[in-house]
């Protein structure tokens, strides 16, 4: 191999363990909840003023999902391919193990 093939490897991307792809789908599974219960539950719009507040906040929830699941499309995270761990600093003392008393 060369290393022009290695370095032009795809970089490793976060993907569904991205928390911004959680959020938007815990937003989304809500937000067609909301939007489902506005358009086939009982609307008593005495108690909103009028306004099916199940359908409207359903659909803002819809629409900010999309908008999270977007930008983590537009903008991925990219996991490095090396690091150094925490672990591995030597100058870093070692845990020190508490001994019960012996008798």
């Known amino acids: 191999m ?7 490897a795809a970089p490793h991307k976060a993907g569904a ?3 911004r792809n959680i959020i938007g789908a815990l937003l989304g599974i809500y937000g067609v909840i909301l939007a489902l ?22 659909l803002a929830l819809v629409v900010v ?12 995270v990219v996991v490095p391919d090396d690091f150094d761990r925490p672990d591995d ?9 508490k001994r019960p008393p012996s008798h």
């Open 89 to 97: 600093d030597p100058t870093r003392p070692a845990p020190q193990r």
């Open 37 to 58: 219960a506005g358009l086939l539950g009982e609307h008593e719009p005495e108690k909103t003023g009028g306004v099916n507040a199940n359908l409207w906040t359903g």
């Open 2 to 8: 060369t290393e022009k093939s290695e370095t032009a």
């Open 65 to 76: 999902a999309l908008g999270f699941i977007g930008w983590a499309r537009w903008r991925p």
């Open 17 to 19: 363990f991205d928390i």
